[in-house]
């Protein structure tokens, strides 16, 4: 039967439902179906919906004469791989450069262009591996971040990591993703002091570039991520980053199941951005991405008497010690309080500050307690609260024999100043949160 | 007469409601066969509706459609009726009412809407799943002759599907095109269209 009978319209319509891939097909079928299948309009909608491009830029950031020329050349420059794999990497590429674009800038302009397939190529002949094919994907699109050697004296370079990171105490860390020519340098360098790793072709892909050291591993034949923990220079002991069950067909280009932990991590890095789980934190002048999670259920708030407290806690992989029963495991937590702007109100009666004096912390693995301790101040400091100002925070850490627990407590507070109390002291309420170790470690 | 008469055996046999003032209308397709059809249903084709709009046509001598078949005929007034049916289900958007009525009109329209989308979907995915290329090509002449817009876009819709991952060779096939391509233009256009032609079915 011949369908040519129904005339343009019909064909046409049916040509503006296709796929495509369908559509170049139909290209291919005869002159009066090329030229329904080739209007720009129909091309634009595949730019926008499978590359989210509202503007005909190829995969080198050049402005191409048309949507259907601009569509082609993706499709040939990633030819070598599946193409929803290809737009499954172009989103999640898209998600953090646009969090980082209204969020965090100065981190965005550290990022940098994609590599070749050729460069890609070189870098596995040198390291004797092959990446992990969304791996590969990744860095075609973003060659990870740019580190200024010059400003990291001033410690502001240094903390523009996109997956960033904490600090307590004299421990800071800020992670890094690494462009391809310094994973080959560093992994390197690792795997002349770490003789394990030869073997199972790990590479260094994200690390903090700060005094103290955590490195990130992908392994190449599993697809799995490993940080390093404090045994990770004599005994090379890791931990995995992400849920092992959801890592699949990390070398086959069949199908379409494939996802690594690289792609995985980096997902949920910006679900977490996105969803304000983190945030950027400032300090002295100098911002930084902040793991330690800002909403319930991981960050507990209470407020007493106009005292609002705010805690949560991190996973400290490279410190943890496998091999060590009561310190196993260590978590460092964040304390946010302040004062609102009504002041410190305790039985209706208002007053403008107040001090804090005394700690109490009671710390449980699992549900046994672990410890219960008093004391002065906090780090050292007695923070003084006025209203509706900024949150005084401090950080600290734990150490816990399990991979569960929790902390709570209160604080002593005394109205007014600690020189000049205005009244009795009274206790401000931590409320309980977890410490927690994670399905994705970052 | 009462009831509609047959030369051929018809597998669609229309009842007119006994008492009811359902009017119906009488169409006579290409090979001979009469289906009497509501007018609601018959209204919604294009061409029957501005038949009768266009003079005083008795509505009691049968329409001819030379260009129907008595099975694509009856395919085609089973999809209008049931789409008739599932958009009864929306309540119209009558406003006669205060705000309150109206809100709670407003979430009841929603809930009526999902439903009769959901209907809609099953029903598609039925209704052509026994029908073969060539029957799904013979209702698309008879839906475009008979100018039913809902049904074409449909018919299109499920054409493109059965045409995905395809081979030029079976897309020319379906659409009965010959390809009019020189041997050195059907080379270029298949190297500039390289990537589509990874992953193909089988014909």
């Known amino acids: ?442 | 007469m009462a009831n509609g008469e047959n030369q051929n055996p018809n597998p669609n046999p229309i009842e007119a409601t006994p008492g009811a003032a359902a009017r119906t209308i009488t169409l006579k397709t290409a090979d001979g066969e009469i289906f009497e059809v509501e007018e609601a249903v018959a209204m919604e084709f294009g061409t029957v509706k501005s038949f009768f709009e266009d003079d005083a046509v008795s509505a009691t001598k049968p329409m001819p459609l030379p260009n129907v078949s008595g099975s694509a005929l009856s395919r085609v007034i089973t999809y209008c009726r049931r789409s008739l049916e599932i958009r009864s289900m929306i309540p119209p958007a009558t406003s006669e009412d205060a705000t309150a009525a109206e809100a709670v009109q407003g979430e009841g329209d929603l809930e009526a809407e999902k439903a009769a989308k959901q209907e809609r979907k099953e029903f598609e995915a039925e209704f052509l799943k026994d029908e073969s290329n060539e029957d799904v090509k013979e209702l698309i002449l008879a839906a475009n002759y008979l100018n039913i817009k809902e049904l074409l876009d449909f018919l299109c819709r499920s054409v493109a599907l059965r045409i995905q991952n395809k081979s030029v060779e079976y897309a020319r096939k379906f659409f009965g095109i010959e390809g009019d391509y020189t041997p050195e233009e059907e080379a270029q256009i298949r190297q500039e269209y390289a990537w589509a032609f990874e992953g193909v079915d089988e014909d």
């Not at chain 1, 179906?33 to 091309?43: T, V």
């Not at chain 1, 005909?56 to 402005?63: A, S």
């Not at chain 1, 991520?225 to 890592?247: F, K, Q, R, S, Y």
Request: charged share 20%; glycine share 6%.
């Open chain 1, 1 to 442: 039967m011949d369908l040519e009978a129904v005339g343009d319209l019909v064909l046409h319509t049916i040509i503006s439902n296709l796929t495509p891939k369908d559509t170049a097909i139909a290209a291919c079928v005869s002159n009066k179906l090329k030229s329904s299948a080739s209007e720009d309009i129909l091309w634009s909608k595949f730019c926008f919906q499978e590359l989210d491009l509202n503007e005909p830029i190829d995969p080198f950031g050049n402005l191409t004469p048309s949507f259907k020329a601009c569509y082609q050349a993706w499709r040939e420059a990633f030819s070598m791989y599946p193409w929803s794999l290809v737009m499954r990497v172009k989103r999640c590429w898209g998600r953090l450069k646009n969090w980082l674009s209204i969020n965090f800038p100065e981190a965005e302009a550290t990022l940098r262009k994609g590599v070749s397939e050729v460069e890609i190529q070189e870098s596995e002949r040198i390291l004797k591996v092959k990446f992990p094919l969304p791996t590969r994907i990744l860095y075609r699109f973003c060659d990870g971040q740019d580190f200024n050697e010059k400003s990291s004296g001033s410690a502001s370079g240094s903390l523009l990591g996109l997956i960033g990171g904490y600090s307590y105490y004299t421990h800071l860390v800020n992670v890094f993703l690494l462009p391809l020519n310094e994973v080959v340098l560093n992994t390197k360098a690792i795997i002349r002091h770490i003789r394990l790793f030869s073997k199972n072709k790990y590479v260094v892909v994200a690390a903090s570039y700060t005094e103290s050291e955590k490195f990130f591993f992908l392994n190449c034949t599993t697809g799995q991520l490993h940080v390093g923990t404090v045994n990770l220079a004599t005994e090379g002991e890791m931990i995995p980053c992400v849920p092992n069950a959801l890592i699949s067909s990390v070398h086959d280009s069949n199908g379409d199941q494939q996802q690594d932990a690289m792609l995985l991590w980096l997902e949920e890095h910006a679900r977490r951005l996105e969803n304000g789980m983190i945030k950027l934190r400032e300090e002295r002048g100098t911002r930084s991405i902040s793991l330690f999670p800002e909403e319930p259920p991981f960050c507990s708030t209470a407020i007493t008497n106009g005292v609002k407290v705010r805690a949560s806690a991190v996973f400290v992989p490279e410190i943890a010690d496998l091999q060590n029963e009561t310190t196993k495991y260590t978590f460092s937590y964040s304390i946010r309080m302040s004062l609102q702007r009504e002041g410190c109100v305790i039985n209706g009666i208002p007053f403008s500050s107040c001090q804090l004096k005394w700690r109490h912390w009671i710390i449980r693995a699992n549900d046994r307690v672990e410890s219960d301790v008093n004391g002065e101040a906090v780090i050292g400091q007695y923070p003084l609260l006025l209203p509706g100002e900024k949150e005084f925070v401090y950080e600290s850490c734990t150490p816990l024999p399990t991979s569960l627990g929790s902390v709570e407590g209160s604080f002593t507070f005394v109205p007014g100043r600690l020189a000049d109390p205005k009244g009795a002291p009274f206790e401000v309420e931590v409320a309980r949160f977890p410490l927690q170790l994670p399905d994705y470690i970052f």
